[in-house]
């Protein structure tokens, strides 16, 4: 049999073409248009798979959110073997032991944050279209259910958990969408005159990520890490005793 002269078509293969469509164009650049001459096909062929573009949101959303290792919130027993298949959904989040209240929670809160962050520094301009919309893709609400049970097993209340899982959003979402560094384009030393102190603060800043053999991680990256250390340590001062 001859090869189909028309791409196949799905509904993964278009939310894949929505994504990339994203990533080089931006949120504005997400039509069913753009994506139907991604793909070589006409923008109508698209709505046998797809209703609209609110779908083709809810197809990138999936796979952004796939892309996000739920394994470091497994619980302490089960989380040498979760790795990156974590997001399945057996067994995650459902129990947990003694190791889950002591530190080993602060550990993978941490690396499903740092996670969660690298996986929309690579998608930033979906930031724009996910950020203010309702949670649907069913790896979205996998990634929060996951989350706030591991929470649970670390000893926050319900009422708690809900605060920090929105904490950390601000936090991640917010650091991935804006970069600190870039704000300031000119030399330190071209501040001074009139902002002494932002200068200053630049120049050390500049110093510290050298580092005595250099390589040291830069201040965006630094200033997310203070802050999620800060967010932990009020998570744990929030725990009963």
Excluded at 98 to 116: K, L, T
Excluded at 134 to 141: C, I, K, S
């Amino acid at each position: 049999m001859g090869r189909p002269s028309r791409p196949l078509l799905s509904r993964e293969s278009i939310a894949r073409a929505a994504l990339d469509t994203v990533d080089e164009q931006g949120a504005d650049g997400l039509t069913m248009r753009a994506v139907a001459d991604r793909l070589g096909v006409k923008a109508a062929s698209l709505y046998n798979h797809v209703s609209g573009k609110d779908e083709l949101i809810d197809g990138l959303a999936e796979l952004v959110n796939a892309e996000i290792d739920l394994g470091p919130l497994a619980p302490a027993a089960g989380r040498a073997g979760a790795g990156g298949s974590a997001g399945t959904g057996t067994g995650v989040g459902r129990s947990g032991g003694a190791a889950d209240r002591g530190n080993d929670w602060r550990a993978g809160v941490a690396a499903y944050a740092r996670g969660y962050r690298a996986a929309f520094l690579r998608h930033p301009h979906t930031i724009a279209l996910l950020a203010r919309r309702r949670v649907g893709a069913e790896r979205q609400l996998l990634g929060y259910d996951t989350l706030l049970a591991a929470l649970g097993r670390a000893g926050l209340t319900p009422a708690d958990a809900a605060e920090a899982a929105a904490a950390l959003d601000y936090l991640v979402l917010g650091s991935a969408l804006e970069t600190f560094t870039a704000g300031f384009a000119r030399p330190a030393a071209e501040y001074r005159p009139g902002y002494p102190a932002l200068a200053g603060a630049l120049e050390a800043s500049a110093e510290r990520s050298a580092g005595p053999g250099g390589g040291a991680p830069g201040l965006d990256e630094r200033g997310f890490e203070l802050a999620l250390r800060l967010l932990l340590d009020g998570l744990a001062a929030a725990r009963p005793v």
